[in-house]
T-cell receptor, first 109, second 115 residues
Framework: GQNIDQPTEMTATEGAIVQINCTYQ??????LFWYQQHAGEAPTFLSY????GLEEKGRFSSFLSRSKGYSYLLLKELQMKDSASYLC??????????FGAGTRLFVKA | DAGVIQSPRHEVTEMGQEVTLRCKPI?????LFWYRQTMMRGLELLIY????????DSGMPEDRFSAKMPNASFSTLKIQPSEPRDSAVYFC?????????????FGPGTRLLVL
């Protein structure tokens, strides 16, 4: 079967660092995506990991461990505009992508 | 680039009626995806096409749902007859095998309410 688990909700303070975890069990694995989705809007691409390790892009970083079926998204210097849902997604093969239910992040002042 | 275009943006209909959702992918993209998003089930892949050919429709919930892609610039998702449990946001996304990263670009979605 296909299973992607993320926490349902997280709350963090403006200026702080937050880590959103994702574990997955899928029948195939080509790569792992993180998407951001603001309320009422479409998901937008944040990051993509194929190999183990950390990928850094500005305030956002994403980590992957294929052997553990584990990834995390790290957001630094949190801003109010970072309040959104963060979707972990696994490309299982041939462009087919399975999405997790998403983690709703609330950033408070 | 205009991005992925979907219409209508909002649809309210009564149970039993036919609903047709439309999508225009980004020009040059050879993959097109239809997703459904609800609070209970999250973002679910319904069907996807490559070069206008359906590749995987295992996510289509039942025979009431059908999707077509008659050409590279247009796709439809049809629900007939519609039921209240079909109420959701339906997203269309496109991608390209020519991209370095196989990112999917999502349209704004169609918010469907079946009464």
């Amino acid at each position: 079967g296909q299973n992607i688990d993320q926490p349902t909700e997280m709350t963090a303070t403006e200026g702080a660092i937050v880590q959103i975890n994702c574990t997955y069990q899928t029948s195939g694995f080509n790569g792992l995506f993180w998407y951001q989705q603001h309320a009422g809007e479409a998901p937008t691409f944040l990051s993509y990991n194929v190999l183990d390790g950390l990928e850094e892009k500005g305030r956002f970083s994403s980590f992957l461990s294929r052997s553990k079926g584990y990834s995390y998204l790290l957001l630094k210097e949190l801003q109010m505009k970072d309040s959104a849902s963060y979707l972990c997604a696994v490309e299982t093969g041939g462009f087919k992508t399975i999405f997790g239910a998403g983690t709703r992040l609330f950033v408070k002042a | 680039d205009a991005g992925v275009i979907q219409s209508p943006r909002h649809e309210v209909t009564e149970m039993g009626q036919e609903v047709t959702l439309r999508c225009k992918p980004i020009s040059g993209h050879d993959y097109l995806f239809w997703y459904r998003q609800t609070m209970m089930r999250g973002l679910e892949l319904l069907i996807y096409f490559n070069n206008n050919v359906p590749i995987d429709d295992s996510g289509m919930p039942e025979d009431r749902f059908s999707a077509k892609m008659p050409n590279a610039s247009f796709s439809t998702l049809k629900i007939q007859p519609s039921e209240p449990r079909d109420s959701a946001v339906y997203f269309c996304a496109s991608s390209s095998s020519g991209l370095a990263v196989e990112t999917q670009y999502f349209g704004p979605g169609t918010r469907l309410l079946v009464l």
